[in-house]
């Protein structure tokens, strides 16, 4: 049973391109969740999806940053025009119910924006 | 806006048990507390859920007292495998928020030979 996979781990852009995060959930998981992290802090609430829908996107930045989860494929984070201060980890977790259930994470794309 | 306060960090040596105490004065009827481990350059790990009272499973104890405003992480005999950052998440079911999405800075255990 594998878990949360996401792709790419790594990932270098330079300022004002695109990058596209993919996150698999596990087997059997219909939610979604992104989160970001700075470097010695917490992970910060972005989006809450699930299938086909987004859920709550509080926690997401109003302009270059989306997100989508359709009915077949991954969840994807999408970041238009990258600066630097996009530069973090970004992690996806997936759960069977909602926001209240266990969440389970997948090892993060780090993003590095040069 | 769903708060939880932690201490920064945290120093024991192995075989002692440590405790970590979470403050969460506005938790709601309804929001769960849960715990996560997390490891440099890796996702956060699940450790343990509660509501009230206590909580025990393999890896660790959840205390919750009745007024649940706080809750106390028990790791009984930690080894130096423990060191990480441990986050206390309180959030609800359906309703939650993003905000209660977000996880504090967390408290970062080390754990000594």
């Known amino acids: 049973n594998a878990g949360v996979m996401q792709n790419p781990r790594h990932l270098v852009r330079r300022r004002g391109q695109e990058a596209r995060l993919r996150c698999s959930p596990m087997?059997?998981?219909?939610?979604v969740y992104w989160y970001r992290q700075l470097p010695e802090e917490g992970l910060k609430f972005m989006v809450y999806l699930q299938k086909e829908n987004i859920i709550d996107e509080s926690g997401m930045p109003k302009e270059r940053f989306s997100a989508e989860f359709p009915k077949e494929g991954p969840s994807i984070l999408r970041i238009q025009q990258v600066v630097r201060g996009d530069s973090a980890a970004y992690f996806c977790?997936?759960?069977?119910?909602?926001?209240?259930?266990?969440?389970?994470f997948g090892p993060g794309t780090r993003l590095l924006v040069l | 806006l769903a708060k939880t306060t932690q201490p920064i960090s945290m120093d024991s040596y192995e075989g002692q048990e440590v405790n970590i105490t979470c403050s969460h004065n506005n938790i709601a009827t309804n929001d769960y507390i849960t715990w996560y481990q997390q490891f440099p350059s890796q996702g956060p790990r699940f450790i343990i859920q509660g509501y009230k009272t206590k909580v025990t499973n393999e890896v660790a104890s959840l205390f919750i007292p009745a007024d649940r405003k706080s809750s106390t992480l028990s790791l009984p005999r930690v080894s130096l495998s423990d060191t990480a950052v441990y986050y206390c998440?309180?959030?609800?079911?359906?309703?939650?928020?993003?905000?209660?999405?977000?996880f504090g800075t967390g408290t970062r255990l080390a754990v000594r030979p």
């Open positions: 087997k059997g998981h219909s939610h």
């Open positions: 977790a997936s759960s069977p119910r909602g926001p209240g259930e266990t969440q389970y």
């Open positions: 998440l309180v959030g609800a079911g359906r309703d939650s928020s993003g905000d209660k999405l977000t």
